[in-house]
């Protein structure tokens, strides 16, 4: 997922009956393209200039080793169970008509196979422990809950971040929903690893006022190793949206030990230069959010030990990168 | 701060507050004397008061610039058994509590015990007016369904206007003479009540002036045997002021500063108002001084602040009295309320910001005193510049200032009835509370437990604490079939408490009208001079009279929780959810857990949760609003708790929400403790559901954790105070620390003395304010960024 949506919290417990009602704003909207998105996060003020709503697309095609958003990675909708928030009542075993869930140690236990998120033990469960993470929701719908603050973003020079996940992997949606802030004259800003077809990217053209771009390593084998996928085609398009013109801000995660050495930064460094008309640089220090997110989804994967990165490194590399003739901000 | 502010800046600090017998020991003196039975109620105050002010202690400190103590020294605290006399265990409970103590010394014990309170038991104001409560007013009042605030103080939240800077108290007396010479003793039936009041204000402006006076021979005096030139200079200067103000009109900036330190002391001396009286719209009313002197050079920028920091310190040193009668966690405060209004607009709808306004900014973030407050009026017009040095004084966690919004303020005041230029010139005052400076009686009454009602509302009329039966016989909530059955109980037994306060108040306004007077206060208060009235007799041009609604967040929360649950999803039914508040949800864990984490809670801009606090509002507005009060004012409504939240929280049983019996209520119109999950601008949106327009104030209160205001941080806080303001938000008050901070302050109080949090309407040391307020404040959910 894109670097800069940090630690989106889920809050299925507290959805309310008209929650996901569209607003009246919203009327000239057909039901449309619907999505599977994993949050809606207001008062966001780091993911683009502003107060702004991040929307939170589900779905990547990254496995970034150090991903703080574990549960963007898969496009469908899946359980999850907070474990600080259990209190053991076993409700939600009573409530699971499959017997998707089970004690074992003293623990109520989801065993997937068995699970067709189906939602009753989330409804049933009294502290908010067992989610669902990721819902199906209509543009429509997701525009309703961005207009409720449109005030602030008036006010800030903000508007909406569509984040994720990588937003791109729902063209459709997201290109919907871009046009529908066109129309409100909400500023946009896509939070994206670039990682897409040329074609989407070129679809939205003339309907994302920026982009924030990850640059997560320079040297494609390196970035293979460390996100699943080599850079080739995130370093083209981000050439090719340059070359247009586009507003780009390009954001650098900081992941001692993995890209944060100073040969690595300075070919960062170089390429962003290179870019035609890009001077912004947000770098993003490691945060540890991700482990207790992996454990929630009961994941196999062993969270990566990273240390976040000392104020004094992030100036050093901020020093380095500025170097490059480059605008550099920390933390976005 | 140069030497002598920082000097009498830390005697101030350090000084521990102590009572002084020396106001009770005169005016028990005057009233054995005799003297008051042989003349009318007004003129025998005036007679008080002037015999207060003629032998009281005149105190002059070390270096003072700006002179005179409510009591004998600073922090000398005085007390007014008049209204309400202190018992010996009184004070040995705020002589012995651990927070905001005061000491009180064997010799004012002594007294105390030999003349005071055998001379005033069964005469104060407290006890006449208990003794005249109904029945049904003990028992709500005993339940804690209201508090009473006259009880131990008497009327306040007057704030003053520009008078005392263009005219002195010998041209009021001349007013008032015209006024006495004008009296139509032949077709004016109430020509002698008129006299009585305007010879009654005549000898209060004489006994002022008289003050003055003493302190400029005492500066005399100490200049005389001084042997440092400088300060005899300085003594000198005092001495000259001392005989100009506030007998005449001030003609310089300390002379400004000076008078209205004079008129303060007046107030506060003659009665213990509710709250602290105040000079409201400073920046207005010391511009023409400051510029005036600043182009002729008899005045520098340096000097200015100087004699603001010592104005500023002045405020400090004056505790707010003790009460009678109640502990710390109820009155836990050395706060007298005093909000001094910066920015706003002027009486022709300008902008209203000077340079004036800026010294003041800077003297609040200097000083770093919980006294005075300092409120900033944001008006449409006000330069974005004005917002931007708020927020910065904000983001360094002293909890001041506080951010009003004019524009609002002006049309609640048009609501309330007042024109067009009043309600510019006018502000917030004592804590969030609107009104026209110098022209209004702005009476707060007390706080009215929103949630206790809901309480007995689900028990039929019954306190559940007692068993007795102190409301009104609403009915079996088991055999309601609908929320809107709920609700509309609900609201009959909030309105049987709303009469129920209102008769009581009927009565207590009419005690102090016709047996406590404030003939000195009426000098300062427009149009009571014109009417020849008394300010407690709706002398004021305005008479507004507020019964506060608190917990609006708990309350909405609870009686959404039953909408939902109950009836909405036929989940949890009645049955139930009485029985489980009955056992404080004990056995029933899990309900309650649903009940707290899984119904949709007013501060996340969540329609649902949100309706039910627009339709308590306007319940509550609906019932109370513009109906008569005794002075020719109307009752208002406004929302705000200063620290009644703990108290009302402590009498309050479980409720549907599933918070539990004794937590604290939310307050103000802040959501419950950590039910606002969805940021800042949800709570915004959420708190502007309600119609700020068609109150008196409402008291917001957010907490940030310091990093969410660094670097760009600033900017997204002004932001986000002109957006709730455009959607006509009242108020909006910061507190920015973080809850570890908090917590290592609650393990090590001495580490952290100096660390100042907004409790409500005010700033307060957090080691100060009672552990159970601490924990609250720790509890207010931290808005975190995404």
Not at chain 1, 134 to 160: K, L, N, P, T
Not at chain 1, 309 to 323: V, Y
Request: charge should be negative.
């Amino acid at each position: 997922m894109p670097e800069g949506a940090r630690n989106p919290g889920t809050d299925a417990g507290r959805k309310s009956p008209e929650a996901s009602a569209p607003g009246s704003a919203a009327k000239d909207e057909a039901p449309g393209r619907t999505g599977i998105i994993f949050d809606i996060k207001r008062f966001a003020i780091h993911d683009g200039p502003g107060i702004r709503t991040t929307v939170f697309l589900k779905g990547c095609p990254l496995a970034c080793k150090w991903c703080h958003n574990p549960e963007s990675l898969l496009p469908q909708p899946e359980h999850a169970w907070r474990r600080d928030r259990c209190v053991r009542c076993g409700v939600c075993i009573e409530a699971c008509d499959r017997g998707a869930i089970a004690w074992e140690d003293g623990r109520p236990v989801h065993d997937p196979a068995r699970c067709v998120l189906c939602g009753q033990c989330v409804q049933a469960c009294p502290t908010g422990a067992r989610e669902i993470i990721g819902r199906r929701a209509s543009a429509a719908q997701i525009m309703a809950e961005v207009e409720r603050d449109i005030i602030f973003y008036d006010e800030s020079g903000g508007g909406v971040t569509f984040s994720g996940g990588e937003p791109l992997m729902q063209p459709a949606l997201l290109g919907e929903l871009l046009a529908a802030c066109r129309r409100r004259q909400i500023h946009t800003a896509v939070d994206t690893t670039c990682h897409a077809p040329w074609d989407v990217l070129e679809s939205l053209r003339g309907s994302v006022d920026l982009y924030l771009c990850d640059i997560k390593h320079a040297d494609s084998a390196a970035h293979e190793r460390l996100t699943g996928v080599g850079n080739a085609l995130i370093l083209e398009n981000l050439r090719k949206l340059a070359h247009l013109g586009e507003r780009i801000t390009v954001r650098v995660p900081v992941i001692p030990g993995l890209n944060d050495d100073e040969a690595n930064v300075a070919a960062t460094g170089r390429l962003i230069s290179s870019l035609d008309g890009v001077t912004d640089v947000d770098i993003l220090p490691y945060n540890e959010g991700g482990r207790s997110k992996l454990a929630r989804l009961a994941r196999d994967e062993e969270p990566p030990d990273i240390k976040a990165p000392s104020p004094e490194h992030m100036a050093a590399i901020a020093q380095q990168l500025a170097a490059f003739g480059l605008t550099v901000k920390t933390g976005g | 701060m140069n030497e002598r502010v920082t000097h009498l800046r830390t005697q101030s600090v350090e000084t521990k507050p102590y009572i002084s017998s020396e106001r009770a020991e005169l005016i028990t003196a005057f009233y054995k004397s005799g003297e008051i039975e042989k003349v009318s109620v007004p003129v025998g105050r005036a007679l008080a008061f002037r015999y207060l002010m003629e032998h009281r202690t005149i105190s002059i400190g070390e270096g003072e610039l700006i002179v005179g103590e409510r009591g004998p020294a600073p922090k000398a605290t005085p007390t007014y058994p008049e209204l309400c006399c202190h018992s010996l265990q009184d004070f040995e409970i705020m002589a012995t509590r651990e927070r905001t103590p005061f000491q009180v010394s064997d010799q004012v014990r002594r007294v105390y015990a030999e003349e005071i309170i055998p001379f005033w038991s069964g005469r104060t104001i407290r006890e006449r007016l208990f003794g005249a409560m109904a029945d049904g007013w003990h028992q709500a009042f005993e339940a804690g369904v209201f508090t009473e605030f006259m009880e131990q103080r008497a009327f306040g939240h007057a704030i003053l206007d520009d008078k005392i800077y263009r005219h002195g108290f010998l041209d009021f007396k001349e007013r008032i003479a015209a006024h006495r010479r004008r009296l139509d003793t032949l077709n004016d039936p109430r020509a002698f009540d008129k006299d009585e009041e305007l010879r009654a204000m005549a000898i209060c402006a004489d006994a002022i002036i008289l003050l003055a006076e003493r302190y400029a021979a005492v500066a005399r005096e100490l200049a005389e045997t001084e042997t440092d030139p400088a300060r005899k200079a300085e003594l000198l200067t005092i001495a000259e002021v001392c005989s100009r103000v506030p007998a005449h009109a001030p003609r310089t900036f300390h002379e400004a500063l000076q008078a209205y330190w004079f008129a303060h002391l007046g107030v506060i001396t003659e009665l213990n108002t509710w709250d602290s009286f105040n000079p409201g719209r400073l920046d207005q009313h010391l511009h023409p001084f400051y510029a005036g002197e600043t182009a002729h050079g008899t005045l520098t920028r340096d000097q200015a602040v100087e004699l603001l920091e010592c104005f500023w310190i002045k405020f400090n040193s004056q505790p707010a009295p003790p009460k009678v009668g109640i502990t710390e966690e109820q009155s836990g405060t050395y706060q007298d309320f005093a909000l001094i209004n910066v920015g706003g607009v002027k009486a022709d709808g300008a902008d209203a910001i000077n340079e004036v306004s800026y010294l003041i900014l800077d003297v609040v973030r200097q000083m770093q005193l919980i006294q005075p407050s300092a409120a900033v009026q944001l008006s449409k017009k006000s330069p974005d510049r004005l917002l931007a040095r708020a927020c910065e004084i904000i983001r360094t966690g002293l909890g001041q200032p506080s951010m009003f919004n004019t524009d609002t303020i002006i049309k609640e005041m048009l609501h309330d009835g007042k024109s067009l230029a009043d309600a510019r010139c006018g502000g917030p005052s004592g804590c969030v509370t609107v009104s026209a400076f110098g022209k209004e009686s702005c009476t707060l009454t007390g706080y009215m437990n929103w949630p206790k009602i809901l309480e007995v509302t689900c028990c039929g009329g019954v306190d559940p604490n007692s068993g007795r039966e102190i409301g009104h016989a609403t009915g079996d909530p088991r055999t309601f079939g609908s929320f809107e059955q709920f609700f509309e109980a609900f609201r009959r037994q909030l309105e049987y408490f709303v009469d129920v306060k209102i008769a009581g108040n009927n009565f207590i306004e009419r005690l102090y009208a016709t047996s406590m007077p404030a003939p000195y206060m009426s000098i300062l208060m427009d149009d009571c001079i014109e009417k020849g009235r008394d300010y407690h007799n709706g002398g004021a041009r305005y008479n507004p009279t507020y019964i506060q609604g608190v917990g609006l967040g708990t309350l909405t929360d609870a009686l959404t929780a039953v909408r939902y649950h109950v009836y909405d999803r036929g989940t949890v039914s009645m049955d139930e959810l009485l029985q489980a508040m009955r056992a404080n949800f004990d056995g029933h864990e899990n309900l309650r857990r649903t009940l707290a984490h899984k119904t949709p809670a007013y501060g996340n801009d969540d329609d649902y949760a949100d309706e039910t606090a627009e339709r308590i509002f306007n319940a509550y507005f609906d019932m109370l609003d513009g109906r008569p009060n005794t002075k020719g004012g109307a009752y208002r409504v406004n929302l705000l708790p200063t620290t009644v939240h703990i108290y009302f929280g402590a009498v309050t049983g479980a409720l549907p929400n599933g918070r539990c019996a004794g937590v604290p209520l939310s307050e103000g119109i802040s959501p419950s403790q950590g039910a606002d999950l969805k940021g800042p601008t949800a709570v915004f949106k959420s708190a502007a559901r309600i119609d700020h327009a068609r109150t008196g104030g409402t008291l917001l209160n957010m907490k940030f954790s310091p990093q969410v205001l660094a670097g760009d941080g600033i900017i997204h806080l002004a932001a986000l105070i002109r957006s709730y303001f455009r959607l006509d938000g009242h108020h909006v008050q910061f507190n920015v620390v973080d809850a570890d901070t908090l917590r290592a302050a609650q393990e090590d109080p001495e580490a952290y003395r100096n660390l100042i949090v907004r409790v409500a309407g005010y700033s307060d040391y957090f080691v100060d304010v009672g552990r159970r307020l601490q924990d609250e404040i720790i509890s207010r959910t931290e808005q975190q960024t995404a």
